[in-house]
C-alpha cells in the first residue's frame, strides 16, 4: 500500500488571503446581484421612450386668422446629419470624452480604473473622462433628481441609483444604435448655455458659421464645454475657457490631430468672441410685439386666477400653450415696409442736415455737453463689445470678491466711487447718502476696500480702462445697420464711432387697432429689431399737439363754446393765482411760428393750423386742467398713475394742454380709438384668447368699454380731424380719414394720429436721443416726419383688395342737433350763441345732458 506524500499545511498568512479573497468574491457576487437588482426596478427609459423622449412642449403665437408667426421654447435646436459633422469635431470629441469610444459597449471599465487611479490618485487634470460618450447621452436623456435637500446618505444613495439607471441606458444605446448615431445623438442634443442647443447652433452663435467651417481652437473651445458649460463660458470666464480650451488642444495633439507647433501657436491666442451673438426674437413677423408679448404674459401667469389645477404656473416655455394674437400678419406686414420706407427717407435727410456736424456738442452749454457725453458713454458700456472686454479683465477677480466677501454690486460707477472713497475724496456714508452706492452694502464694502481685493481690482479696472480706450478707438472692420438696404453692412470705423452712429438713427413707432374692438391690428416698435431692441410704442415721450382734440371736446362740453366761435390769435396768460389753476409763476406759451396773428380763428381753423394760443384760450374758458385730465382718464391714460420718478404721469397743470405730458403711442392710439367709435372708449387689446395643450380655454379677452364722450361733441371731434386732413392738406386716400400731427419742442417728437371708421392709427417719429434730431420745421414736425407713415399704410391696405379693410366704410351718421351746431354761417349771423347751441347756456343743464357721458 502506497503512502501518499505529506501535504504541506498552508500558513496562517495564507489562509488569511484565501478566506479574504472567498469573501471578496462573495461580495463582488452581491453588488453585481444588486447591480442586477437595481437595473429591473429602477426607472430605465424603454426603447420607445429613447426613441421618442419626452421634449418640453413649444408655446405657439397665432395671427388673427389662426397662422402661426412666432413660439415660445427652451430648445432651439439645428440637427444634423452624421454625414454633415466635422471630422475634426469628432476626432475632437473622442479623443478628449472617450478615447476607446469604438472598443466598448456603452461602459469602459479601463477607462473608470485609468481616472480612478490617475484623477483622483495622481490629480491628473488630463487623465481623461470616466464616462463614456453613451453615458454622457444618457444623462441628457431623464432629469437627475434634486439633491440639494438630501441629507449624505440619501444623496449617496440616489447618485448611486441614477449613476446604475446611466449604466443601463448607456448599453441599451449601444444595443440600439450605431456608434456613429450615439455621437451625432449627443452633440445634438447637449446644451451650450447662451441659447445654443447642439454642436451646429454653438458653432453659429458662438462664432457665427457651421460647424463644418471651425478652426481648430475653436472646436476645441465648445469640446472643452462639454465639461461643464457655465464653468467654462467664454463670455464670463474667458480665462477659465482657454485654460479648458488648452487642454482639449493638448488632447488632440497627442492623438496626432494637430501638429506640435500648431498647437503651441493655437494655445497661446487669446479666445475670440467678436462673433457672437445669441439667438432673438428678432426673426419673424412683428418682433417687437412678440417681446412685449412675453413681457404680457408673465405678468398675466404670475396673477393667482390664472394658475393651473395644481396650483403651479403656466410656463409658457415649456406647457405647450396657444396664444391667439389680434395681430393680423397682413396689416403687420404694411406697416413694417411703411415705416422702413419712409423712416429710410428721413435717415437720408438727417445726414444731409447734419453733415459735418456734431448732435452732441450743438447748441449745448457745459452742463448739456456733460449730459449728452455720459448718455454716449452709458450706450457705450451697455454694447456686448465692452461687457466682453470688461469680462476678460474683471470677471476673476469679481469672482474671487463674491466667494469671499459676498454678492456685492460692482459696476463700473461702483468702482469708481469706491476709488473715490479709497483717495479720501469723498466717505462711504456720503457716496450711500448721495445714492451713488447701495447703502446695504456698506459693511462689504468697507471690508473689500481694507483687503487686498481691492488693490486687485483697481489695478484690473485701470488695464480694462487702458484696453478700453485703445480698442474703442482703433479702426477695425465692423457690423453695421445699413436703412437704406436694411441689411448688415462691413466698413472700417472704431468701435465708438460705431455706436455714435447707431445712437444717430432716427426711430420710429407704429400702431393700428380696430376701435370698436379694441384689437390691435399691427405693432412696429423700431426700424430695425436686431439693432433697436427699445419698443416706441410703449416708451413714454411729449405728445405735442396730439393731444388738443381733447381740449377742444372739454370745451364744447364743459364750456359750452361753439365749433363756430372765433377768438383771437393773441398771448393769452394765466396768471398766479388765477381761479382753477394754482400757478406759482405766470404761464403765458407762445405759437409754433413764434409769433401772433391777431386773426379771428374758430376752433376748426385753430385746430387745423394747431394754433396754440386758441387752445390757451379755451383752457382758460373751461377754469380748469382737471376736466381734461378727467377724460384723459376716461379714454385710458390714467390720470393718477405715478410715474417710476415719483411724477405724476399726467400732471395737473395747463401746459399739459399743449402736449407737455409723456405718454406711450398705445395710451394715444386707443385714446383716439374713441373718436373712432362714437365717443366710446374701448380698451386695446392683442391677445383674444390663450389655450391649453389640450385645447381647453385658459384666457378669453374681455376688454373694458367706456361711454367717454357725447356722440354730438365726438361727430364734431371726427369733422375737425377730417377737415385737418383734407383740401391743400389732402392725403389723397380714397378711404374717410381724420387726423392730427403733433411736433414738441426743438423737433424732438413727430406725431400723427389717424382716425378712420374701421381703424386708428399712431405714428411717432423722432431720436432715442432729444438731441437726435432735425434742425427745422421743415423736416423736424410731425407732417413730415410720421404722418406719412400712415398714408404709406393706409394705401397699401386700399391697394391689397384681399386684406380685409373696407375703403368704403363711413363714421356713423351724427345725432340729431349735428348740422346746426356746426353750421358756422348761421352761428356768425347769430346774435346769441343760445340760438346754436344744442343745450342751455346754464352749466348744470349741460351737465345734466352729458352726465351719461
Not at 462573495?26 to 437595473?39: D, H, N, Q, W, Y
Not at 470688461?390 to 469708481?416: C, F, K, M
Request: aromatic share 12%; net charge neutral; glycine share 6%.
Amino acid at each position: 500500500m502506497e503512502t501518499k506524500p505529506p501535504q504541506a499545511e498552508l500558513t496562517p498568512r495564507q489562509l488569511q488571503w484565501i478566506r479574504f479573497i472567498r469573501w471578496g468574491a462573495f461580495g463582488a457576487f452581491l453588488f453585481l446581484s444588486f447591480i442586477l437588482v437595481l437595473a429591473f426596478t429602477a426607472d430605465v427609459p424603454t426603447f420607445e421612450e429613447l426613441e421618442n423622449p419626452k421634449y418640453d412642449l413649444a408655446s405657439v403665437i397665432y395671427d388673427a386668422h389662426g397662422k402661426a408667426y412666432g413660439r415660445y421654447y427652451i430648445e432651439d435646436r439645428v440637427a444634423i446629419d452624421y454625414n454633415e459633422l466635422s471630422p475634426l469635431v469628432r476626432d475632437a470629441l473622442i479623443a478628449t470624452e472617450d478615447d476607446r469610444f469604438y472598443n466598448h459597449s456603452g461602459i469602459d471599465f479601463q477607462a473608470l480604473f485609468r481616472v480612478g487611479f490617475k484623477t483622483l490618485l495622481l490629480r491628473q487634470e488630463n487623465s481623461g473622462g470616466g464616462s463614456t460618450i453613451s453615458q454622457q447621452l444618457a444623462k441628457l436623456l431623464f432629469q437627475r433628481p434634486d439633491m440639494s435637500e438630501m441629507g449624505a446618505l440619501a444623496r449617496f444613495w440616489a447618485l448611486f441609483r441614477t449613476k446604475v439607471k446611466e449604466w443601463v441606458v448607456a448599453v441599451k444605446l449601444e444595443r440600439r444604435y450605431t456608434k456613429e448615431e450615439i455621437l451625432t445623438m449627443y452633440l445634438n442634443k447637449f446644451e451650450f448655455i447662451n441659447g445654443a442647443h447642439g454642436i451646429e447652433a454653438a458653432a453659429q452663435i458662438y462664432f457665427g458659421k457651421s460647424q463644418k467651417n471651425l478652426a481648430p481652437e475653436e472646436i476645441a473651445l465648445l469640446i472643452g464645454m462639454l465639461k461643464n458649460p457655465s464653468l467654462y463660458n467664454p463670455m464670463r470666464f474667458p480665462e477659465k475657457a482657454k485654460y479648458r480650451r488648452n487642454v482639449v488642444l493638448s488632447l488632440m495633439e497627442g492623438e496626432n490631430l494637430l501638429e506640435e507647433d500648431t498647437a503651441e501657436v493655437l494655445m497661446a491666442r487669446d479666445i475670440d468672441m467678436s462673433r457672437f451673438s445669441r439667438k432673438t426674437q428678432s426673426q419673424g413677423p412683428a418682433p417687437y410685439f412678440r417681446a412685449e408679448l412675453t413681457k404680457w404674459l408673465r405678468q398675466l401667469f404670475d396673477q393667482e386666477s390664472m394658475k393651473k389645477e395644481d396650483g403651479t404656473t403656466y410656463n409658457v416655455y415649456t406647457d405647450g400653450l396657444r396664444i391667439f394674437t389680434t395681430i393680423d400678419l397682413t396689416y403687420q406686414q404694411y406697416a413694417e415696409e411703411s415705416v422702413a420706407a419712409h423712416m429710410n427717407k428721413n435717415q437720408k435727410r438727417y445726414w444731409q442736415v447734419w453733415k459735418n456736424m456734431d448732435p452732441w456738442t450743438y447748441d449745448a452749454d457745459d452742463s448739456q455737453k456733460t449730459i449728452r457725453a455720459d448718455m454716449l458713454s452709458s450706450q457705450v458700456k451697455s454694447s456686448d463689445r465692452y461687457l466682453s472686454l470688461r469680462n476678460r479683465y474683471l470677471s476673476e477677480t469679481e469672482s474671487d470678491i463674491r466667494d469671499e466677501i459676498g454678492a456685492i454690486p460692482l459696476s463700473d460707477q461702483v468702482i469708481e466711487v469706491l476709488a473715490a472713497v479709497a483717495d479720501g475724496k469723498i466717505s462711504l456714508a456720503t457716496a450711500g447718502t448721495q445714492k451713488k452706492i447701495q447703502t446695504r452694502y456698506t459693511d462689504e464694502y468697507t471690508s473689500l476696500l481694507g483687503s487686498d481685493r481691492w488693490n486687485h481690482l483697481r489695478l484690473q479696472y485701470a488695464k480694462m480702462e487702458e484696453a478700453f480706450k485703445k480698442e474703442f478707438s482703433t479702426p477695425i472692420p465692423m457690423k453695421i445697420y445699413n436703412i437704406q438696404s436694411n441689411k448688415d453692412t462691413i466698413i472700417t470705423m472704431s468701435p465708438m464711432d460705431s455706436v455714435r452712429y447707431h445712437r444717430q438713427h432716427l426711430q420710429a413707432g407704429f400702431l393700428a387697432l380696430q376701435p370698436s374692438t379694441g384689437f390691435v391690428k399691427a405693432w412696429v416698435g423700431g426700424i430695425n429689431h436686431p439693432y433697436f431692441k427699445y419698443d416706441h410704442v410703449t416708451m413714454r415721450r411729449s405728445v405735442g399737439s396730439t393731444i388738443k382734440p381733447f381740449v377742444y371736446v372739454q370745451a364744447m362740453s364743459v364750456a359750452g363754446i361753439s365749433p363756430c366761435q372765433e377768438f383771437d390769435d393773441v398771448q393769452y396768460t394765466i396768471n398766479p393765482g388765477e381761479t382753477g389753476f394754482d400757478l406759482l409763476e405766470e404761464w403765458a406759451p407762445g405759437n409754433a411760428t413764434e409769433s401772433f396773428s391777431g386773426e379771428k380763428y374758430n376752433l376748426f381753423r385753430a385746430l387745423l393750423y394747431s394754433v396754440n394760443s386758441i387752445t390757451v384760450k379755451l383752457l382758460k374758458e373751461i377754469g380748469s386742467v382737471k376736466p381734461v385730465r378727467d377724460l384723459l382718464h376716461n379714454v385710458g391714460i390714467d390720470r393718477d398713475l405715478s410715474l417710476p420718478n415719483g411724477q405724476p404721469a399726467v400732471p395737473e397743470v395747463p401746459s399739459i394742454c399743449l402736449g407737455a405730458v409723456d405718454l406711450t403711442l398705445l395710451e394715444m392710439t386707443g385714446a383716439y380709438g374713441a373718436f373712432g367709435n362714437n365717443g366710446t372708449y374701448v380698451q386695446p387689446v392683442f391677445v383674444s384668447e390663450i389655450q391649453d395643450k389640450n385645447g381647453k380655454v385658459i384666457y378669453r379677452a374681455v376688454p373694458s368699454r367706456k361711454a367717454a364722450i357725447n356722440p354730438l361733441y365726438n361727430a364734431v371731434m371726427v369733422e375737425m380731424l377730417r377737415r385737418n386732413v383734407s383740401g391743400s392738406f389732402s392725403s389723397k386716400l380714397k378711404s374717410t380719414i381724420g387726423g392730427k400731427t403733433g411736433t414738441t419742442n426743438d423737433f424732438a417728437d413727430g406725431w400723427f394720429m389717424s382716425v378712420s371708421p374701421e381703424l386708428v392709427t399712431g405714428t411717432w417719429a423722432g431720436g432715442d436721443d432729444k438731441w437726435i434730431r432735425f434742425r427745422s420745421l421743415d423736416y423736424g414736425q410731425g407732417a413730415s416726419m410720421a404722418r406719412p407713415i400712415a398714408e404709406i399704410f393706409y394705401q397699401k391696405l386700399e391697394k391689397d383688395t384681399s386684406s380685409g379693410f373696407q375703403t368704403d366704410a363711413r363714421f356713423p351718421l351724427p345725432p340729431a342737433g349735428y348740422a346746426d351746431f356746426i353750421n358756422c354761417e348761421a352761428f356768425r349771423n347769430s346774435q346769441s350763441r343760445s340760438s346754436t347751441l344744442p343745450v342751455s347756456k346754464d352749466k348744470q343743464s349741460r351737465q345734466d345732458f352729458d352726465e351719461e357721458f
